[in-house]
């Protein structure tokens, strides 16, 4: 949540000389996103997001990002649709950073989404995959099982001192999933967003407005896509699973593309796999982060209460399917 | 730069409940201002900004502030104008802090004003000043002369850290301010902004649009206001003095309310004043601020810098008038 790289109100001007877009009447730095720099941008032809990347997106992906968008804002799929230069480009390079220009998309992220909401939810992500089954991009899904491992390996102490007895209970995640792993192989994959978190979905009301930051999307199961659902979607105050909410996913998801039954056999599996991504990767920030720094990151302990509930669950049933 | 407070989307519309605005369509968190969490709101009425008012802002100040913007806002003169909810009130409380809903401007702040904006910011100051001529608020400045030595007192190491008999030139600045402040209380005083910089105004194109943060503005010598500026858009690169662009703020606020001889004698001592008070209040966060903190404050040496051009300054001509 922060802006990174400052851009000069010449750099602007310049840079929007190269587009059909008018001038700059109003530009502000906004706090959305944690990896790049956001600029709500408003010009004589309406409102717009300027993004730069900044060290950590990976440049070779961008390309990857800008299509998987364009194909999506072509299916009519609300996104932040990437703008063209006067050349035909997305990506462009500005303050030494990459760049793009998308549509401004209306709407506010759910604090507490209700249940309509999560149904909505549902309903747009299953819509979301299938405006991107004919999309042909491919990229690997850098969080998946096999990176996990590393991010785990060392941290293991500071796991146990979040909860005494963590850290076996996650060598036992690992394992199950690891274990697991050719059966998700078998289930239906394709392009996902992979962090559909409520922070990167809008709604107007209960009325679903678009969903953003696709930054970690990738070629994977698609039903993993619904299991990230389910992990921040349905479980209220970070802990307490709401069966009404998990049954408004899956009922909202399957109302436009059903699950096939191996995707429900596997839905414990790939909830707990998800719980596992994100809290590594909330485990790695929190050890990598200094003690005094301005922004703390968000606890994994969040996902350590998911991963008990996802042990015990048993069948999709567990989930409100 | 940053959003300090997180605002619920269930709070948000709650609060919107009690005001004429409609419901919200578009709230993020922007990086604008440095003490205070401010979000771009829009709503079917329009586009606002919503500032939630953060520790160091002293809630007693707050009315003075508004009523300043108040004033401004019905004299027609460019700036974040409170809006009242049903009952009136333009002071309400959000997520435990004080909060306000204001208009939006249009405009980008320049980065490296033009010599034309410089003339352009002069003729408005002194349109402000007019303005709020018959503005009855009264608050004392917080950071004029008085409250220098206490910022001084125990950082005279970390100055001579910063250059080799820096410390002493300090002490010769407070010394000559200090001597001269009988003369620049007989100037003009009134409301006046404490802190134009270049950040805190927008232009569209070379046409001024609008000042924000009216959050250090205090009862004090109008042409104070001129030196501030003075000190923060006509020093290029944070260091040469720009005749020309001084010689513009000048004549463009003397289109509007002629310097008094008093006020034109006062000029450099008002000059090395301002450059003093943000040299050490610059002093005052290099100090504070730890090593490892994602923001690094802003280098006092650049008013190090300017104090050096006012030292050698005799008379008003030095500064383009």
Redesign the interface.
Known sequence: ???YTRV?????AAFLGDYDLG??????????GVENSNY?L?TDQGRFILTLFERRADPQDLPYFMALKQHLAAKKFPCPAPIADKEGNVLRELEGRPAVIVT?L???????PSTSQCRSMGENLARMHEALADFDGVRANALGPASWPSLWHGREETAESLMEGLSGLIESDLKAVAASKPQSLEIPRGTIHADLFPDNVFF??EQFSGAIDFYFACTDALAYDLAVCINSWAFEDGKEFNYSKGAALISGYESVRPLESAERDALPVLCRGAALRFFLTRLVDWTDT?E????RPKSPMEYATRLAFHRKAVSAADYGA
């Not at 209306?106 to 507490?112: A, I, N």
């Open positions: 949540m922060a802006v000069s109100d010449d750099a602007l001038k700059a009447l109003s530009f502000k730095g906004i706090a959305e709500y408003e401004f209306d709407g506010l992220s759910p604090s507490r107007i009301g200094p005094d720094a301005l922004v």
